[in-house]
């Protein structure tokens, strides 16, 4: 049976189709819920982490399933399938819950991007927002056992989040969206490379602006001298990165 844009499963305004992927890849609406107990299965879970997805999360969906058979894709070596799922959180929730995406992305192969959806206060009214997430291996040293990290994308207003099918098989599509939420590109040449580099000047961005603030209210002489050259060096790294 073809499935139409009303009977293709949504979290919130927010579905397979909205998102740009092809139809062929949509749940239908009768399939897309995920009971919170179903996500959780046989694993155990803090109270912390339990008392997070009863406030913090109103509804899980699923919203995409990508295979070879309906991407057009060659098969992975790696990765099975990518899901998309949807995270619409409750107005407690501020902001991405990445235990929750921990959780659920730890007990499966596949690759999954989180949807995650929410409503804010805007221009006197309120509009929905989405940002992305995904679970992947740190970049690392070849051997060593990978460290997983819960990676977010910024918050859009939800008409413009897009994810792309992008890639030669599903591997690489997987590698294409972690590169589309980490870094806003399909390109996934040198991912891991360029996701340290995206790190490292996060970091000195903020290094930046708390050496700012601090000189501004130091003093002492010695000690604004201080902050002085240290942010004069942060600020020199930063620009090298940047124009590498």
């Known amino acids: 049976m073809t499935v139409t844009a009303a009977q293709v ?49 109103e509804s899980i969906t699923l919203l995409s399933l990508m295979r070879a058979a309906n991407t057009g894709l060659e098969l992975g070596r790696l990765i099975p399938e990518v899901l998309v799922i949807g995270l619409k959180l409750t107005g407690k929730a501020g902001s991405v819950p990445v235990e929750v995406i921990e959780l659920i992305a730890s007990q499966r192969k596949s690759g999954i991007v989180f949807a995650c959806v929410r409503e804010v206060p805007f221009e006197g009214g309120t509009r929905e927002e989405c940002a992305f997430a995904v679970r992947r291996a740190q970049p690392g040293r070849a051997g060593h056992m990978p460290n997983y990290q819960v990676y977010t994308g910024e918050w859009l207003p939800a008409g413009e989040c897009q994810l792309e099918i992008a890639g030669g098989t599903i591997d690489e599509l997987w590698m294409s969206l972690c590169s589309q939420t980490i870094l806003g590109t399909p390109e996934v040449a040198d991912l891991d ?15 930046i602006d708390k050496l700012a603030r601090d000189h501004q209210r130091a003093k002492n002489p010695a000690q604004r001298n201080e902050l002085y050259a240290k942010l004069h060096k942060a600020k020199t790294q930063l620009a090298q990165l940047r124009e590498g």
């Open 9 to 57: 499963a949504h979290c919130g305004s927010v579905s397979a189709l909205s998102l740009g992927l092809p139809i062929s890849t949509a749940i239908p609406v009768a399939k897309g819920t995920l009971p919170k107990a179903a996500v959780v299965g046989r694993t155990p879970i803090s109270a912390k982490l339990k008392q997070r997805l009863t406030n913090d999360i």
């Open 193 to 207: 490379a360029r996701i340290t580099r995206h790190a490292q000047i996060a970091k000195l961005e903020a290094d």
